[in-house]
């Protein structure tokens, strides 16, 4: 099997260029959080050090608790549902093709790779689509990837663009993933939760979420899907046969992090401050931001290649994003991660524009 070209290989040679800038590089490509993680998480974490034992694949009483009141309260969850603490969301991104056998897989046009990557692994067959359902095969498809808000795009489906989705899931027995780990960072537009339209009939519908980003742990390696029942089981029987288990430490710490909206609150200010800033310095030099309604990125364009726009930025001492790394069809635009110091965004904006 051959997977693609990891693709920041690619970038190196122009964050090397960036660096060498005479105030240093700002890097605003990988989308790697850079906020501290709070106090009260990283307190329960080192509490937890003492960790003898084994952790459940399942989760803890205290966090299977705390991702279900989440799933209910924040998520709009009803009815059946079940809950899996992943390690990370990426780990499941790229493994559930393996663990739903799914042979033929749709993905998003512009998309997160690693969708691709997790059919390659699988030896399935990849199809890239548009939102509207109407244009998608049925024939021996078993899985369909969904990302609102989008890595790269920042684009939050509608209402009817979800509803028409979860009608064509139910239509023809396929089940939908919604990666859905930008949820809480609203912009311009407020995505909801996959399983929020769905009524409490949630058969076929798994949605992944993330601490990541919404509590800046990214690298306590701390996700969760929900959703499905039957499908969760599935997932959890073979991942404790492979060992999957998410320590315990951040069970803890994901459990409380998950009780607490504040801070998620506050970090979602801070993109939302750092997005304005960084679009008006791109529209001031002639770029066009497309989509960018809410989660974590800018994608804009000036309708050249991006390459040379990537190449334009490290000049002046910042690294973005090549649009192909998403999609052939994001060639002619670049994405700009929110995910840099509010001292760097500024230094940014203000080299772009000089
Ligand atoms: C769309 C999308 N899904 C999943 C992930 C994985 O995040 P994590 O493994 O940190 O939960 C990312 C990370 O950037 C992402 O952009």
Redesign the pocket.
Known sequence: MKLPDFPWDALAPYGQKARAHPQGGIDLSQ?TPVDPTPDFIQEVLRASANSPSYPVTTGSKELRESMERYGREKLGASGDFDVLPTI???EM?ALLPFLLEAKRILIPKIA?PTYKVGGLLNHAEVIEVDIDPSSWPTEGVDLVWL?SPS?PTGRVHSDSEIESVLAWSRDNSIPVAS?E?YLPFPDSKKARSILDFADGENTGLIALH?L?KRSNL?GYRA?FAIGDSLLIKKLLEIRKHMGMMVPLPVQRAMAVALGDEQHVAQQAERYRSRRRKLASALTEIGYQIDHSEAGLYIWCTNGRNDWDCVAWFADRGVIVTPGSFYGDSGNQHIRIALTATDENIEAAAIRIKS
């Open positions: 989308g990370g969301s990426k991104v997160y990302n890595n990666d780990c993330s990541s990214a996700a």
